[in-house]
Nanobody
Framework: QVELVESGGGAVQAGGSLRLSCAVS????????MGWFRQTPGQEREGVAA???????TYADSVKGRFTISQDNATNTLYLQMDSLKPEDSGMYYC???????????????????????WGQGTQVTVSS
């Protein structure tokens, strides 16, 4: 079955950088969308960035110009480079994937069901001021 495993989270001071990785296993679809989401306690999960099999990307307004999503098809790894981090970027970051869909707007994949099929367990990011 499909497995997504995030890594790279940690604690960093404001202005610093982190790179999150998501190792994707047994996801063999040729048309797909993958994305990064984040959630803090008491808040709804929000889409941060997404990329599809055509290489199109989308970002939430709050991270545009600071975060970069990319994928390495040779190693089946999804990345999120996070620069100029702010305390409000803190949260649990999840990667997710689904097939047969493409990027939407605002940092998410477009999905008629409003969710994605496969999710990782998350990696914590804490940005201190």
């Amino acid at each position: 079955q499909v497995e997504l495993v995030e890594s790279g989270g940690g604690a960093v001071q404001a202005g610093g950088s982190l790179r999150l990785s998501c190792a994707v296993s047994r996801f063999t679809y040729t048309t797909y969308c993958m994305g990064w989401f984040r959630q803090t306690p008491g808040q709804e999960r929000e889409g941060v960035a997404a990329i599809d099999s055509d290489g199109d990307t989308t970002y939430a307004d709050s991270v545009k110009g600071r975060f970069t999503i990319s994928q390495d098809n040779a190693t089946n790894t999804l990345y999120l480079q996070m620069d100029s981090l702010k305390p409000e970027d803190s949260g649990m970051y999840y990667c997710a994937a689904d097939w047969g869909i493409s990027v939407g707007v605002g940092g998410i994949c477009y999905s008629a069901s409003n969710t994605l099929a496969y999710w990782g367990q998350g990696t914590q990011v804490t940005v201190s001021s």
